[in-house]
């Protein structure tokens, strides 16, 4: 019997039941950008950054069940927008001193402004 699927950005994701899509999509080698998801502590979806389309509806992925047949939507533009301006708010807080970070350059926050363009 194999593994059910869901459709990430038109790829098909395997899943075992039970695995968000964020957990099916990290276990299967994909990407959705993120900051509050790690492996060993429970899914809160406090960041937003890991905001998909599905449904008709837009969802945490790290919080969101995998369901079989699923169409979920990470990579649109609209939510790419959305995820730029979540974290152009983290570093307007003024917390986020970079270029005197003593993790400069192994910083998933600033590697996601960077793939977002800021």
Request: aromatic share 6%.
């Amino acid at each position: 019997m194999t593994d059910p699927v869901f459709w990430l950005d038109q790829q098909a994701v395997p899943f075992q039941p039970g695995q968000t899509i964020m957990q099916a999509a990290t276990a299967a080698g994909g990407y959705i950008p993120h900051l509050c998801f790690h492996d060993g502590l429970t899914p809160h979806g406090s960041c937003r950054l890991c905001i998909v389309e599905t449904g008709g509806s837009i969802r945490a992925a790290c919080t969101t069940p995998a369901v079989a047949d699923m169409q979920v939507s990470s990579a649109t533009p609209g939510l790419q927008e959305q995820r730029k301006q979540l974290i152009e708010l983290l570093f307007a807080e003024g917390n986020h001193l970079c270029p005197g970070c003593e993790v400069s350059g192994n910083c998933q926050l600033q590697a996601l402004a960077y793939d977002l363009g800021m």
